[in-house]
């Protein structure tokens, strides 16, 4: 089993920087691909950027590109995202989660471990 803890979120305001972390338990974090999810009151989960076992592949989707950036310490079992200029549209509940599958998908579904959630509010 695998365990995700994610923190670091918080209140911040527009135009702001905020760093999540997602702690991961057990010795087999460096296998997993990871993403980054979001879910707004009343929106469907929403994708944000997914990275490589390894650290050297990311994904992002087109609403943060530029602005997050996603990276891995896998000595450390953590997953970051670090999201720079906020927007109040930013404000969500984020997710980390882990995947078997060897690919940086952007589909909830084919995850099969999630965090409890951190929440990011973003003022205006």
């Known amino acids: 089993q695998v365990q995700l803890v994610e923190s670091g979120g918080g209140l911040v305001q527009a135009g702001g920087s905020l760093t999540l972390s997602c702690a991961a338990s057990g010795r087999t974090f460096s296998s997993y691909v990871m993403g980054w999810f979001r879910q707004a009151p009343g929106k469907e989960r929403e994708f944000v950027g997914s990275i490589s076992s390894a650290g050297v592949i990311t994904v992002y989707a087109d609403s943060v590109k530029g602005r997050f950036t996603i990276s891995r310490d896998n000595a450390k079992n953590t997953v970051y995202l670090q999201m720079n200029s906020l927007n109040p549209e930013d404000t969500s509940v984020y997710y980390c989660?882990?995947?078997?599958?060897?690919?940086?998908?952007?589909?909830?579904?084919?995850?099969?471990?999630w965090g409890q959630g951190t929440q990011v509010t973003v003022s205006s």
């Open positions: 989660a882990a995947t078997v599958r060897n690919r940086l998908t952007r589909l909830p579904r084919d995850y099969d471990y």
